[in-house]
């Protein structure tokens, strides 16, 4: 059991080096993109993004599932009005959860700040 | 408002950068002569190619032009049997045997535009003409609800007092209405075209798909029929409506044509090329509904009565059966309208969605007065059935009635939604969640007779469940029996 929770640590902190490797210049849905596929390939992790807009949670990027899981959909609420929607959430823990969501805050804060200072350069 | 005001107002409405943005060489992309010679060169069609034709259907292709005027020009009786079961064959794979259910709301009859066939135009002074207070619209939203339903269609007419202000008012409004354990869970909205900026805003309140119908697709009968100097005379803002909706990010959107005003056979390639110009323009994404309306008596319209090109019940059957074909991956909407002998006729050749205890006067959901008055509305319905009884038949028919609103509210919009569309991969999703909202239908509003028979309906629909999920199902179930709600895959 130690040497699975090892292993699922390992594959989770290696998939959370992915995020050194988006480049500040990709914009927001690429780099949303990317996080998915490299959830997916990694760790099994489906994620996909969208746009809260009162009810309506509108896809914006991420892999696409064609088939229904057999557990919870999850939503998180990120900032900026995206939010994160998956269907396998289970697999990660509370910590692993934590360290995400933080990371996807951040992520989306970058670019945010970026195209507002675009905006006023 | 004064005259000069409103005058003023209809004036801006329009934004020419917002149509040229989207012409080619200054052309739109209906092409009427083209239409015509598709139709023309592709007519006594060989059985055997459109045989063919129906293969490339069922594989869930979306069909070229020349290929739907094949269809629409067959005559053998036998081929048609064979297209009208492929209909159904197509929307079972995409879809699976569920019928979504929803109800318009009207919220106001006050319009600026003189269109011949609606009881809503301007020069109609027989119409009492009506904008509910957000008040009165909880009121309707509160009747809805109480009947079961979870969608709507609201529907406005183009007036500056019906603005995009008043429309958002209206749906936060809607969406904030809960009665019990019920409320509106996707607002869809039939309007006027909008700006982007406008749809920006719609968009920002969480609309569900935004419908706008062409009404006729041929040039000269539009500006016939929609007489100049009014809005909704320019043809082409009305006809880039949606896709300036999607340059808005409103990712779902609907179309349709309003039978009877010109050749059916030219409308149903209009909205052909209305999907693939969209598909071309927005990465594939083309129209999540197509609706047909054909047209009904309304009050003072006499082309509604007179029109030459009025469509039989055989040929609105074959119409719905051509588009079925020819866009596989669209939702399509079959509405009250129509009688109900009619509806359970065509709603056999593929329609995926229809409505149910459907008034269309203005206030007439919570209102005492009789249940059709036509100075109220803008035509006249022909099924005015209530929801349980619509429910009822559709489940013996062997059809779920799906109030499922999961996809919107789970990122599957868009290019999500068409993806798994075309791929026939979205009944995956809508076949379960329609077993769990019509459970929910079933427990809160249903009478005990429609119960009896959506319960065995259910049963045997979850025999058909895939393994993976089944277990996950039943567990849901289970919740919903013991009080939990809205749930979904």
């Known amino acids: ?121 | 408002m004064s005259k000069t005001a409103l005058k003023e107002w209809v004036s801006e409405v329009i934004k020419e950068d917002e149509i040229n943005c989207y012409l080619d060489g200054g052309r739109d992309f209906i092409d009427d002569d083209l239409i015509k010679r598709h139709l023309r060169e592709n007519r006594n069609p060989d059985p055997g190619k459109i045989r063919d034709i129906i293969d490339k259907s069922l594989s869930l292709a979306r069909l070229e032009p020349h290929e739907t005027a094949a269809l629409l020009n067959v005559e053998d009786d036998e081929l048609w049997e064979e297209m009208f079961k492929t209909g159904l064959e197509i929307k079972n794979r995409v879809y699976g045997p569920r019928i979504v259910t929803f109800a318009p709301l009207y919220c106001s009859n006050l319009c600026v535009n003189s269109c011949l066939y609606c009881a809503f135009r301007k020069e109609n002074t027989e119409e009492k003409r009506r904008r509910l207070t957000l008040d009165e619209v909880r009121r309707e939203t509160e009747a809805l609800v109480k009947t079961g339903h979870k969608r709507l269609i609201v529907v406005y007419g183009e007036h500056p007092l019906s603005d995009t202000d008043y429309i958002a008012d209206t749906i936060q409004t809607i969406y904030d209405t809960k009665v019990d354990n019920g409320e509106i869970r996707r607002v869809n909205i039939n309007a006027a075209p909008q700006t982007i900026a406008n749809l920006k805003r719609l968009k920002d309140v969480g609309i569900g798909t935004f419908q706008v119908f062409q009404e006729t697709y041929h040039h000269e009968t539009y500006k016939k029929v929609h007489p100049a100097g009014t809005i909704k005379s320019n043809y082409q803002w009305r006809l880039y409506a949606l896709h300036r909706a999607q340059e808005a990010g409103v990712d779902d959107i609907a179309i349709g044509a309003l039978f009877g005003l010109y050749d059916w056979k030219f409308e149903v390639m209009g909205l052909l090329y209305h999907a693939i110009d969209l598909e071309e323009k927005f990465d594939g994404v083309g129209p999540h509904t197509i609706s047909f309306p054909r047209l009904e008596p309304a009050a003072n319209s006499p082309i509604t009565i007179n029109s030459s090109y009025k469509v039989s019940g055989r040929d609105f059957k074959r119409l719905v059966t051509v588009i079925r074909l020819s866009v596989p991956y669209t939702g399509m909407i079959l509405t009250a309208r129509e009688p109900p002998e009619i509806r359970r006729d065509v709603i056999n050749v593929g329609c995926t969605q229809t409505d149910a205890s459907s008034r269309i006067g203005i206030g007439a959901y919570s209102e005492t007065y009789g249940m059709q008055v036509s100075e109220r509305q803008q035509f006249m319905l022909g099924d005015t059935r209530s929801l349980d009884e619509v429910t009822r038949e559709l489940a013996q028919m062997g059809y779920l009635t799906s109030f499922c609103t999961a996809g919107y509210r789970c990122g599957r919009t868009g290019s999500y939604f068409m993806n798994i569309a075309k791929k026939g991969k979205v009944r995956e999703f809508c076949i379960p969640n329609a077993i769990l909202t019509f459970k929910e239908y079933l427990l809160d509003y249903a009478s005990e007779e429609t119960r009896k028979i959506g319960e065995n309906l259910i049963e045997q629909r979850i025999n058909n469940i895939p393994k993976k999920i089944k277990p996950v199902l039943l567990r849901r179930l289970h919740a919903i029996e013991n009080g939990q709600r809205d749930l979904r895959f």
Not at chain 1, 85 to 114: F, G, M, Y
Request: glycine fraction near 6%; proline fraction near 2%; charged fraction near 25%.
């Open chain 1, 1 to 121: 059991m130690l040497l699975k929770m090892d292993k699922e640590t390992s594959d989770f902190d290696k998939w959370l080096q992915c995020f050194g490797l988006i480049t500040d210049d990709l914009e927001l849905v690429p780099a949303l993109s990317a996080v998915s596929k490299f959830a997916g390939d990694a760790l099994g992790l489906n994620i996909w993004f969208v746009e809260i807009l009162g009810r309506r949670w509108s896809y914006i990027a991420g892999e696409i599932m064609d088939q229904p899981a057999n557990s919870d959909i999850h939503r998180i609420s990120l900032q900026d009005n995206i939010g994160v929607v998956s269907d396998t959430w289970e697999i990660l823990s509370q910590t692993q959860r934590d360290k995400l969501i933080e990371l996807l805050n951040k992520l989306v804060a970058d670019r945010q700040a970026s195209r507002c200072q675009g905006a006023n350069g």
